[in-house]
Nanobody
Framework: QLQLVESGGGVVQPGGSLRLSCAASGFSLDYHAIGWFRQAPGKEREGVSCISSSGAGRNYADPVKGRFTISRDNAKNTVYLQMNSLKPEDTAVYYC???????????????????WGQGTQVTVSS
């Protein structure tokens, strides 16, 4: 089965950090741009960050700029999301998805997402 598997979520205090991982199962990530998305209770799923297949193109949603960093290790078939200075409003289920075969750019659009994982819960609370 072709899918992405997220891990690394948990409960953290405001100001803390977490690193999420997105690992591919059944296929290679080498040619795929990957996006991270999140969905809070009662809200629509929104784009958080994305990275092109080469790693040269990266985008961040305004609320996370300067706090989150996306990276990839194609040798490990994994994309990471380092989240620092976490805030209560970052609480959500985080998902990753393939978002096209783009080498130098990426877009954070849920409508083009593929191979969605099951998500990992991130809770920021004191």
């Amino acid at each position: 089965q072709l899918q992405l598997v997220e891990s690394g979520g948990g409960v953290v205090q405001p100001g803390g950090s977490l690193r999420l991982s997105c690992a591919a199962s059944g296929f290679s990530l080498d040619y795929h741009a990957i996006g991270w998305f999140r969905q809070a209770p009662g809200k629509e799923r929104e784009g958080v960050s994305c990275i092109s297949s080469s790693g040269a193109g990266r985008n961040y949603a305004d609320p996370v700029k300067g706090r989150f960093t996306i990276s990839r290790d194609n040798a490990k078939n994994t994309v990471y999301l380092q989240m620092n200075s976490l805030k209560p409003e970052d609480t959500a289920v985080y998902y990753c998805a393939a978002v096209g075969l783009f080498q130098a750019m990426c877009v954070m659009e849920t409508s083009i997402g593929n191979y969605w994982g099951q998500g990992t819960q991130v809770t920021v609370s004191s």
